[in-house]
């Protein structure tokens, strides 16, 4: 037998986490780890809140799944929490942000079937959007390398370049649904979308009658400073997909939607196995406890400000590997002079997880409730690796 028992999709590396406490992590090994990766901005929290590990672990007691044929109280709970506290009027929970991607493109579909524009069959995607690893969801990307493997794809969408209004305005037809964009572009290279752009994206679905589908799977629930980022544009949407930071760990993700928005979602349009299951709704209340809250939130915009100013700080004595810094909150992108993945595997073996991006970023994703200590020890662990990796390189050690 030549394949593993475990299906080879990942190149995974030498960490072996065994055990999480706030924002570290441990190996197998002993080793310990600073986690500026967070489950690529997944643990909201960091390992272990005691909050949120509280919730899991009482509802795992008491009832841990049920079918969605019947009413599941924590469902009602959360989804009138989150329309408390943005723009949509209806939730439907989800596993992941996949699920809720594809739950955001059918709303779309279905309002315009149902207000008797079925032409309208195409939503307008972005040049390195990544929004995840369905079929549907690579046939929504331009990305030759995630497209290639599995052509020929469903045509239902039109690419336009990032923060291109007049790319949009173009590509706009009769045939048109719906505008799907992240406010910050993750996989991409955490790349935000400009005031401007977005402003003009809510300004062509009003003006058309299409539906503005934000995937904030990444940049939302606390990561860029508000609890959306959309907050920070002045816009609202009219649907939107959620997940990661939603369950702190626990897989859960969502699709809110306006009411307008979901009129076509109705009876058998829609459904899911285990979305909504009382154990992940626990735990999306618990991280809404914390998150939610107006002064979580400003510690996360200032302590977002303090990260990027030390590391705009610290560029300058690496400036051969790196040039920049950009993103909102604690989700942030350093940019280096060359390919990025070598120096985060190198810099694994001085205890600093990161996360590789597209234009050559090293995403930096912390845990939203970090301190000064876990930014010192950020700033003191890159030096370590950079130092080191300068010399790697030279030498032709580096990987």
């Known amino acids: 037998m030549t394949i593993p028992a475990l299906m080879p999709t990942y190149a995974r590396c030498e960490v072996e986490p065994v055990r999480g406490e706030g924002a570290y992590l441990y190996g197998a090994d002993g080793k310990k780890y600073l986690d500026f990766a967070s489950g690529i901005a997944v643990n909201c929290l960091g390992h272990g809140h005691p909050h949120l590990t509280k919730a899991i672990q009482d509802q795992a007691a008491t009832l841990m799944h049920t079918s969605n044929l019947y009413n599941v109280p924590g469902q009602w709970k959360l989804a009138e929490k989150l329309v408390e506290l943005t723009f949509a009027d209806t939730v439907f929970f989800t596993n992941s942000g996949v699920e809720a991607f594809e739950c955001a493109a059918k709303t779309a579909l279905a309002y315009q079937h149902v207000n008797e524009h079925p032409e309208r069959n195409r939503i307008i995607t972005f040049h390195n959007c990544f929004h995840g690893r369905s079929i549907a969801a690579i046939s929504a990307t331009s990305s030759e390398k995630l497209r290639t493997p599995f052509e020929p794809l469903p045509d239902w969408s039109d690419h336009a ?39 003009g ?57 306006t009411e307008k928005a979901a009129y076509g979602m109705t009876v ?7 979305g909504g299951n009382p154990l992940g ?3 999306g209340l618990a991280v809404l406890d914390v998150v939610a809250e107006p002064a979580f939130l400003t510690q996360v915009q200032e302590t977002g400000e303090r990260l990027r100013h030390a590391l705009e700080q610290w560029i300058p004595n ?15 992108g350093i940019r280096m002079t060359e390919a990025t993945r070598p120096f985060v595997n190198f810099a694994r073996q001085y205890g600093i997880l990161t996360v590789a991006a597209g234009d050559n970023i090293v995403r930096i994703l912390p845990p939203l409730n970090i301190d000064d200590s876990h930014i010192a020890e950020c700033t003191r662990a890159l030096t370590e690796a950079a130092n080191a990796y300068r010399e790697a390189k030279a030498t032709g050690t580096a990987g």
Do not use: W
């Open 161 to 199: 370049p990032f923060n291109d209004l007049d790319a949009v305005r173009a590509l706009i037809s009769d045939s048109t649904a719906g505008i799907m964009v992240e406010p910050v572009q993750g996989e991409g290279g955490i790349l935000p979308a400009t005031p401007e752009f977005l402003k």
């Open 201 to 257: 994206l809510r300004d062509l679905c009003d003006e058309h009658d299409l539906m503005l589908i934000l995937d904030e799977v990444q940049c939302g629930v606390g990561r860029t400073g508000t609890l959306f980022a959309y907050e920070q544009y002045g816009i609202e949407p009219d649907i939107m997909a959620i997940a990661k930071g939603i369950g702190g760990g626990f897989p859960l993700g969502a699709c809110l939607a």
């Open 268 to 274: 058998g349009t829609h459904g899911s196995t285990y």
């Open 281 to 283: 709704m626990a735990a």
């Open 318 to 332: 690496h400036d051969d590997l790196f040039e920049s810094v950009r993103g909102m909150g604690l989700m942030l």
